[in-house]
């Protein structure tokens, strides 16, 4: 026949140093330290017997982990207090470091000071991405943000009243283009070309137009083999007299592009006559800047700024 255990403190086998309130019937969550007088509870066996509601880990078990549950709970709060006011004695306590997270894939990356400028950013250059190659921007002239024919362009900065008409035009332009698919020979390009740049410049604008009066006629000044980019293509280049106005020197060079299919790129010239800061050695000067995109020797496809 079993003996039911008195309810009072006993041992607690699972802490040394400490007593554990029996109820008579399971363990409980009380707890204290062992008695350090002569006079505390007896040690007696710890029970056997458990409520079969406890289940298998029987009431031993569960009071354990009630206990332990209230330490970790009391303990944490203990430590956040301290935290939260820099302990009693008025030192400074270092908060755990905490590991930063990775960041997400869509996070974007900073750029670091010591990268290289873009050429699109640089106002002495002009990009075209999509032929591969940059071209110096003179002093004086500057990248619009647009053009009728979304071609990568530079100009003189100030417009004035076209001859002809009420459009604005400007003393001097540059633009690249790829040459349509079919022809790839450079000499037959710029012959067909130098024809097509001159009505843009001074025949008629893109809506019709005569912002010079019109071409009365014009005169071949150079036509020739010549080297752009590394690349042997072709020069063309004609002086035009117009209806009204000066009239102006107008120039197509083409030749293979160093990216992609290697179609052949078209740079335009259209120089206002008579202006003293637009000589023709400046068309000259441009088409030797000429340089594929990243050329180490333009300092990853930058060029220099260059003179009137």
């Keep these: ?16 140093g400490a007593e554990r309130w029996w109820d008579g019937t399971a363990w409980t969550a009380h707890t204290r330290p062992l008695a350090a007088t002569g006079f505390g509870p007896p040690t007696v066996p710890v029970p056997h017997q458990r409520d079969p509601k406890d289940g298998p880990g029987g009431g031993r078990a569960k009071a354990v982990a009630i206990t332990l549950c209230g330490l970790v709970v009391a303990g944490a709060a203990v430590t956040g207090a301290v935290l939260l006011s820099g302990g009693d004695d008025g030192g400074t306590r270092t908060a755990p470091t905490a590991t930063a997270s990775a960041p997400s894939s869509g996070a974007t990356p900073t750029t670091s000071p010591s990268a290289g400028a873009d050429p699109d950013e640089d106002p002495a250059v002009l990009v075209d991405q999509l032929n591969g190659i940059t071209l110096p921007v003179p002093d004086g002239w500057e990248k619009p943000t647009s053009t009728l024919d979304d071609a990568p362009a530079v100009r003189t900065k100030n417009s004035y009243d076209c001859p002809g008409g009420s459009s604005l035009c400007y003393h001097g332009t540059v633009s690249t283009r790829t040459a349509r698919a079919g022809e790839t020979d450079p000499r037959t390009l710029a012959e067909a070309d130098i024809v097509t740049a001159a009505d843009h410049a001074y025949e008629e604008d893109s809506v019709g137009v005569r912002t010079h009066g019109g071409i009365t006629s014009h005169q071949v000044l150079k036509a020739q083999e010549v080297t752009v980019a590394g690349r042997t ?3 063309v280049r004609w002086r035009v007299t117009t209806g009204k106005g000066p009239g102006g020197v107008v120039q197509s060079v083409v030749f293979p592009s160093t990216v992609g299919s290697e179609s052949p790129v078209i ?33 990853g496809g930058v060029g220099a700024s260059v003179g009137p």
């Design 267 to 299: 740079v335009r010239f259209a120089f206002d006559a008579g202006v003293a800061r637009l000589p023709l050695s400046l068309m000259d000067t441009i088409t030797q800047g000429i340089r594929p995109l990243g050329d180490s020797a333009t300092n």
């Design 233 to 235: 293509g072709y020069l």
């Design 1 to 16: 026949m079993s003996h039911a255990t008195p309810p009072g403190w006993y041992r607690d086998a699972g802490a040394p």
